[in-house]
């Protein structure tokens, strides 16, 4: 079994900075690519940032330049830096990793969500 614990979700002002952290745990013998998805009220969820294993990087147009996405692989950690936050951003933001497990002795493959972490950004 493999879970996902996010923090650093937060109120915090336009402007304003969050980090986000996603820590995989459990039979874990390699995390692959690991992303942030995130869900605003009345919308369907979208993929915010990803990094590869190699620690190729993409995002979503809305967030360039303002938020990065980073990884630890001895830790099995994936962060979201968030910077100069906008209203819009406000969203229940999701951690998403594709892991590859130890099940009897066997590697598998599967794809695993966090809880979410709440991100409200208000005057």
């Known amino acids: 079994q493999v879970r996902l614990a996010e923090s650093g979700g937060d109120l915090v002002k336009p402007g304003g900075s969050l980090r986000l952290s996603c820590v995989a745990s459990?039979?874990?013998?390699?995390?692959?690519?690991m992303a942030w998805y995130r869900e605003a009220p009345g919308k369907e969820r979208e993929l915010v940032a990803a990094v590869t294993s190699d620690s190729s990087t993409n995002y979503a147009d809305s967030v360039k330049g303002r938020l990065t996405i980073s990884r630890d692989n001895a830790k099995n950690t994936v962060y979201l830096q968030m910077n100069s936050l906008k209203p819009e951003d406000t969203a229940v933001y999701f951690c998403n990793v594709d892991v590859d497990f130890l099940y009897w002795g066997n590697v598998q493959e599967e794809n695993f969500w966090g809880q979410g972490t709440q991100v409200t950004v208000s005057s």
């Open positions: 459990g039979n874990i013998f390699k995390t692959n690519t």
